[in-house]
C-alpha cells in the first residue's frame, strides 16, 4: 500500500502511504523490529481549532456536550480574541474565524441526525482539550 518516495536520509527510506501519511523507518532495533514514525496531515477545518485556556475548553465541551456546536461556535470568537490557532499563520484570523462559523453550523444543521453532536464533542477533544 505504501509507496517510496526514494529518497533517503542517514539510512532511513521515507515512504507515503494512500492516506498521506509519511512513515520513516530506521535501523533495526535490538529486538528485531523496526522504529517508524508517523506524522499527521490536519485538514483545513481541524488545523482551524483554537487553542484555550482550559476552563473555557472545558465550558465548551460542556456546551457541545448538550447543544451541539454551541461550543464550537463560541470557540471561533476566541480567535478574533488572540487564542491560536495552527491555521492563522497562514490563512489570517478571519479566514479562521469563519471556518469555525463554518464547523459549527455543519455540527448543529447535523445534530439531527446524530452525526454534528458527536462531531462536536469529537472536536472539543482534540482540538480545544488536548492543548494547553
Do not use: Y
Amino acid at each position: 500500500m505504501a509507496h517510496k518516495e526514494g529518497a533517503t536520509e542517514q539510512g532511513r527510506v521515507k515512504a507515503v502511504d494512500s492516506l498521506g501519511a509519511k512513515a520513516i523507518a530506521g535501523a533495526p532495533t535490538a529486538g528485531g523490529g523496526v522504529v517508524v514514525e508517523v506524522r499527521e496531515k490536519k485538514g483545513t477545518l481541524r488545523a482551524a481549532i483554537p487553542t484555550m485556556p482550559f476552563p473555557l475548553a472545558v465550558i465548551c465541551l460542556f456546551l457541545n456536550t448538550f447543544i451541539p456546536g454551541l461550543g464550537t461556535f463560541l470557540s471561533a470568537f476566541t480567535v478574533l480574541c488572540g487564542a491560536r490557532s495552527e491555521l492563522v499563520s497562514e490563512r489570517g484570523v478571519c479566514c479562521v474565524f469563519w471556518l469555525n462559523v463554518a464547523a459549527a453550523l455543519i455540527q448543529i444543521l447535523t445534530a439531527v441526525i446524530m452525526v454534528g453532536w458527536i462531531m462536536s464533542i469529537f472536536w472539543n477533544g482534540h482540538g480545544h482539550l488536548g492543548k494547553s
